[in-house]
């Protein structure tokens, strides 16, 4: 079994690929604590055009992965292709997911796919501190609510922003 410690960040590629642009510069000049997979980024197959070995390269990203980001735009609960399937492979493998409101919403709201919605998941908005604060620290949090029998929408308290932004 590979050792996971790869962060998997499912977003719009059409509408949305700047806020993952961001999230590599982020990590390239402040070393934000992530290493991830850009599900866009499919130039290794001959065949990249083929949706059958597009969902092979992901299906590969995802034996590594230990957490799932979903960007969540505007038209992202409407993608019924890639990032969905992207999302239904997170919940079986039962990976933490974290979705990123790019609307700058601090909880889960009407923008969020069905995929997830009534899924274990914590919600935050697009913000670098708490995107990191959310990767650090909720994976051990999604593993104690599972193991409770807790599902739905999980949020951080105006206390835990105030607390990461001295």
Known sequence: MAYRNKTY???????????????????????????????HDLNTARDSSLEESIKKQLRERFANSKLLIVLIGEKTRYLTKFVKWEMEVAL???????????NGSRKKDARCPPTIREELAIYVPFEHDIIEYAMDHWPDSHKKHKNNGNTGAYFYKDETYEKISK
Request: glycine share 8%; hydrophobic share 45%; proline share 2%.
């Open 92 to 102: 079986k493998l039962d990976l933490p997911i974290v979705g990123v409101n790019l």
């Open 9 to 39: 960040i499912a977003f719009d590629g059409d509408e949305d690929m700047h806020y993952y642009r961001l999230m590599t510069a982020w990590k390239a000049h402040d070393g934000f604590s992530m290493n991830f997979h850009n599900a």
